[in-house]
């Protein structure tokens, strides 16, 4: 009985061990197909945009891409576009890197201005120990004024005394957040005679938080006294074919750079960070600064004056 007994205790025994065999196995195989999950994740490249150039941006990753090849598949690569101003876009940067150099959100920051750019590099570039790369020029941005109403009709005609009797409100973007915000105001004292920061203009030039809230409100308010009667805006909102076109209706002038407002020139930075794709994040930006790039750009009134 004895050794019956072992016998069935070691046949038990072997029963037990090739029934958990398969359940090893299959805890093996989940862990083993979890991790390829995890390595076939494509690599994100993390750009950060403002909405000055939105309207491009897809029509310049096109191109790129197929430029570019080794870019392409989206099993390995990743565009990743952010669009908030320029001064959103900074402070995020500023805040990451100093709490940790290689912890940008982003490869890649493309800024309405060079200020923010350059800014990043004095603070955070090679002389810093920084990962911020030399900034880079890659397009340039007109100012225009538009009404949505035929009874507020914008022209460059318009005499700046009706201008301001007439338009009682007038929507710009947020100085602190982007350069079309300055560009606005230097337009509003160069062209009209308005400082607005003096009363009674103080409350009727309307900041917005980023442009195309000022497109939004512009829209919105119709060209009607009441309401946002007319803004200021980067031309690449209303660009079709490289030519300016409004909403059917609309009425609108335009401002001649480096005379009604300073040149808002685009700048970018291209940023090293932990995990990050700085090849490609810098080969995007030399695509957009090529001759193939500025010609896209033109489409969407960008391109260098």
């Known amino acids: 009985m004895g050794r019956k007994g072992d016998h069935m205790s070691r046949t038990m025994k072997n029963v037990l061990n090739q029934s958990k065999r398969p359940l090893l196995g299959a ?10 999950a995890s390595w076939a994740q494509p690599a994100e490249v ?7 150039v939105q309207t491009a941006m897809p029509s310049i990753l096109a191109a790129f891409l197929l430029e570019h090849p080794e870019y392409a598949d989206d099993e390995e690569y990743e565009f990743v576009f952010t669009y908030d101003p320029s001064g959103v876009l900074r402070n995020a940067i500023t805040d990451a890197l100093n709490v940790d150099p290689n912890s940008s959100p982003y490869d890649l920051f493309l800024a309405a201005d060079v200020n923010d750019p350059q800014a990043l590099y004095d603070d955070f570039g090679p002389d810093e120990d920084g990962p911020v790369r030399e900034p880079e020029d890659y397009s340039e941005g007109t100012l225009m004024l538009w009404s949505n109403g ?10 700046p005394v009706d201008f301001r009797e007439d338009f009682t409100t007038t929507a710009i973007c947020d100085v602190a957040m982007g350069p079309y915000g300055v560009a606005a105001t230097q337009a509003l004292d160069n062209v009209y005679a308005i400082d607005y920061t003096q009363p009674p203009y103080d409350s009727q030039v309307i900041q917005y938080p980023n442009i195309n809230a000022v497109n939004a409100a512009i829209v919105a308010g119709g060209g009607e006294a009441g309401g946002t009667q007319s803004g200021f805006v980067p031309t690449s909102l209303h660009c079709t074919a490289g030519q300016v076109t409004p909403p059917p209706g609309a009425t609108y002038r335009l401002f001649e750079p480096g005379v009604d407002y300073a040149p808002t020139i685009h700048g970018a930075v291209v940023i090293e960070r932990s995990g990050g794709e700085t090849d490609a994040a810098q080969a995007l930006l030399d695509f957009m600064r090529s001759e193939d790039g500025q010609d896209i750009f033109d489409e969407f009134c960008l391109s260098f004056n």
């Open 150 to 159: 035929d009874s507020s009709s914008i022209d460059a005609n318009l005499d």
């Open 46 to 52: 993390s750009i950060g945009v403002v909405p000055a």
């Open 27 to 36: 805890t093996a195989l989940a862990l083993a197909l979890g991790a390829s």
